[in-house]
């Protein structure tokens, strides 16, 4: 299930949630949100010690796939909150927080 963008904003903004995209480096590259931070999914299990575990944690792709798998390996690692924002482009359908 994925989080609605407004409430994806909100949790940036009120609560300082990390935004992190799963998709490939160059993916991320074509077409990135400034605030994201790039772990690729092939990645992440090594990258995510870059993460804060005491703050919420965001996670999109290009579909919401990759980034659902995301989503199960950080709450598997001891992440408490973590959200699945799905696709992208959903950060850019709703107004900014």
């Known amino acids: 299930m994925f989080i609605a963008c407004e409430e994806a904003k909100q949790l940036v903004k009120n609560k300082n949630a990390q935004l992190v995209d799963v998709r490939t480096p160059e993916e991320y590259e074509a077409s990135k949100i400034p605030e994201a931070t790039?772990?690729?999914?092939?990645?992440?299990?090594?990258l995510a010690a870059q993460l804060d575990k005491s703050r919420p944690v965001v996670v999109f792709c290009r579909s919401g796939q990759r980034s659902q798998m995301?989503?199960?390996m950080l709450l598997s690692m001891g992440f408490a909150e973590v959200y699945n924002l799905g696709p992208y482009m959903a950060w850019h359908q709703c107004p900014d927080a």
Do not use: F, H, K, Y
């Not at 790039?38 to 090594?46: A, G, H, K, T, V």
């Open 70 to 72: 995301a989503m199960q």
């Open 38 to 46: 790039n772990l690729p999914l092939q990645e992440l299990d090594r």
